[in-house]
């Protein structure tokens, strides 16, 4: 007999995994077309989640449109922040810079640098306790199956993640922009030789890593209902991890680890005291970095 | 008794990516001689030298260095043995003086710990490195220019900086990658006069080249590679008539 | 980069003589200072400048092994935090005195670091800089849940103040003037393994660390050995902080302290002693200075590095000409001048 509440877990586990995901893509995104780590992307979601909180105090739009409002604003501040903290750094326009060793860690200062500024200056304009987000909005009614019970936001997250994941497939093999995106990833100095537009590939690349990144953070403001400028920064290492986990530069293999992630934590709170289940995470990223340089999916090969 | 083979090199086959880089390769180098290794382009001359530094490991059979087997070794174990090498594209560290970056050579002969550093200059290994890293410079003349940032010496200059550094090393064996690339006439003989010298001292060397003037004037051997195989392995003149050799080099315009 | 860099311009013009340099610096620091403060006012002005003088062994200790050895590590505060904790719980649950925990503190964060260093040093360096967050933040998680150990998130107070072989005056100054003298000792220590052939070895590593391995140098081994040192006065710091403030938590040790250690470092000039001295001295004394912008202090510290970063990639200490002067003096102390040292005195 399958213990109900072990189930429950598990889908607990992976609506968090999904979030983990909606992240991870991002980073995932990211780093193969600039072989960067975007350390404010965790920023991004925080941002998303604000966002969203803002549109409801001032507007109060319905649900779908709140969504996709912050959709909007993630890719805003995705492009804002390439140009901000990562353009700058590329100066030159040969492979060897674009590698560059001193590129990537100026980048990765300077996006730690923009992560902190950014979550200080939310942490001053919206004060650093919880805030709640208006219970009209919140998903937590539950649903029951039998003896199975989920959230109303469990399945939004489940629905949301599910299309996202597909348009952005859809994205990535049936359109231009998406083209050059992978093309780039695979080989940024072939595609410019090919006449791809190198730079509004990765602009590109950040609005939609952004764009997905905002959105997990409304979504999980709406299931919480309560949000607060240091969320992004658990979150962000979280999907850091699985992109690791996954192969560095394998979007389906960073969506899988995330999933992981996201069940051993759920499954973890039933053994540790919450506290603890950061810990796990954190052990899943040394374990992985010692014993799978490779990503436990193969092609973990990083460029250079 | 002394090995009469410093190096030996027993049927080095490396794979990569799928690509046969070094073919079944057998040769050796014996003490005190002046190999030179020869080959078109893309012949797998660099990589037989990685393998032989450690960087890589071959797919099949072993190299031997003073009678030991090499296999599994990371490259500072090798270097310490007694193998010093230099690069292609001459790594030099830009931003240290000459004196600084020979010194790094003479770290590997007398160890580096932070103790040493604690009893600082006066302590019994940096003097020893000191001594070391300035008779080194002496050999190659640049004595005059050990406090000048290595990124404001001359080419020419900076390629006996590269050398300097792997004496510095006290290498039996050095293997030097394309010395005498992006030399003039008259430099490429100066190296090649230098090159002899170190062999008088009792150094042997193995060098890569593509200067055949250079090859063919000072070296005891002559290793002839081609797609990863060789094809010739014998004295100057003997190469230089074989047919296999002058036929893997046509229509490359070496 | 920087006391690299400073040999590029010929150390012309007379420079100061390293020892009366070195003289200099002991009067200002054990003299100067501590009587200039109290007559001003002594007291909470002792406090900055014992937390400006942690700060930079903090920052220098990062320099090590970021600047010179060029590893990244974002998980600095984590260790400081070992530290502190084993300090605090040798002197309140054993009983031993200052003279005692300072050095097992350090030896604590420095084995804790060597492990830490043991499996991880093979990673590339933006992993390994990952890894090292990974840990700090598993320390971190550690000191707030185990609460039996360290008591968790109520922090462990009551931490007696330096005493040395029972003299335990508690002042501010008598503090200040303990917190001098080891800060002094420790960036003796550093300096010397930075200014050193050893020193040269962390740049080979730093600089091209596969051609560093052909030239015989045991790169891994150099690796955790430089983690190690720089955990160790990392720990010595925390031995430091836990003595003066007396109590301490689990959040003065999170990953936003790595970063403003981190900061330090950068603004200063990666791979410059000096620089990182004077970044810390900068990031403490600036935000106390201006104390009515306290809140902004955290954003103030992201848009110097960010800026420092973008226009000033070699910090302070780069080629700003009004430094040139120290730089010249602190270049002389090691590389620099050929003809009149030769390699290390």
Known sequence: MIDIYFVQQIINGLSIGLVYALIAIGFTLIFGVLNVVNFAHGEV???????GLMLITWIAPPVLAIVLMVLAAGAFVGIGLERLAFRPFRRFRDEASLKSRAMREATLLSSLAVSITAREVMNLAFGSQMQTIPHAYLLQRPIVFGQLSITVGDLVIFVASALMLASLQFMLFRTRIGLSIRAVSNSPLGARYVGIDTDRAIVATFAIGSMLGAAAGILVGLYDGMITPQMGFAPGIKAFVAMVMGGLSSIPGAVICALILGVSESVATEFLASGWKDLVSYSFLIVTLVFFPQGLFGVGRERA | MMNERLLEIRGVTHLFDGLTAVNSV???????????????????????????????????????????????????????LGIGRTFQNLRILPNMTVFDNVSIGALAAFGHTPWQALAGGGGTVSRRISELTRDVLDQVALSDQAGVLAANLSYGRRKYLEIARALATRPKLLILDEPAAGLNDTETTELADFIVGLVSQGITVLLVEHRMSLVMSICHRVIVLASGSKIADADPATVQRDPVVLESYLGTGE | MASAVSARKNVSGPTIP?????????????????????WIGGGYLFQVATTTLIFIILASSLNLVTGTAGLLSLGHAGFYGIGAYAAALLSTRLGLSFLATLPLAGVAAGAVGVLVALPTMRLVSIYFAVATLGIGEMIYVILLNWTGFTHGPMGIRGIPPIDLLGWQPGTPLFDYLVVAAVTALSLWAMSRLMHSYYGNALRAVREDDQCADAMGLNVVRLKIEAFGVSCFFAGIAGALFCHTAGFISPDQFRFAES??????VVVGGLGSLPGAVIGAALLIILPEALRSFGDFRMIAIGSIMFLSILLQPKGLLGEASALDLLRRQFGQGWSGNFATRVGWR
């Open chain 3, 18 to 38: 390293p020892a009366v340099l070195k003289a200099m610096l002991a009067i200002f620091l054990f003299i100067i200072v501590p009587v200039a403060l109290s």
């Open chain 1, 45 to 51: 979601y925080t941002i998303g989640a604000f966002a």
């Open chain 2, 26 to 80: 057998t040769t050796h180098v014996a003490h005190n001689e002046l190999v030179g290794l020869i080959g078109p382009n893309g012949a797998g001359k660099t990589t037989l030298f990685n393998l032989i530094s450690g960087f890589i490991t071959p797919s099949e059979g072993e190299i031997r260095f003073a009678g030991r087997s090499l296999a599994g070794m990371k490259p500072h174990r090798i270097a310490r």
């Open chain 3, 259 to 264: 970063i403003n250690i981190l900061a330090m």
